[in-house]
Nanobody, 122 residues
């Protein structure tokens, strides 16, 4: 069992940066791929980025490629999402998720955090 808690969300101006953290409980964090998704009201949850268990493979949605960076520190049981050059369309609730494979589908992830709000003002 893995429990995930996101933090680091908030209000930022367009062009600014935020770093989200996802702290995991449990000894098996390092065996899971970690994904980041986001959701706005009335829309489906959207893939943002994912990182393999070792950190050796990362994948990004086209909309964030070059602006966001996903990383992890297995010694700290924490995954990160560094978000730079933020745009108003990045406004959403951001979720981290743990799964067996570093995939783009939310259905590939078994464990989910509660979400953290990111609001980008233009």
């Amino acid at each position: 069992q893995v429990q995930l808690v996101e933090s680091g969300g908030g209000l930022v101006q367009a062009g600014g940066s935020l770093r989200l953290s996802c702290a995991a409980s449990g000894r098996t964090f390092s065996s899971y791929a970690m994904g980041w998704f986001r959701q706005v009201p009335g829309k489906d949850r959207e893939f943002v980025a994912t990182i393999s268990w070792s950190g050796g493979n990362t994948y990004y949605a086209d909309s964030v490629k070059g602006r966001f960076t996903v990383s992890r520190d297995n010694a700290k049981n924490t995954a990160y999402l560094q978000m730079n050059s933020l745009k108003s369309e990045d406004t959403a609730v951001y979720y981290c998720a743990g799964g067996t494979l570093a995939g783009r589908s939310q259905y590939q992830y078994k464990y989910w955090g509660q979400g953290t709000q990111v609001t980008v003002s233009s």
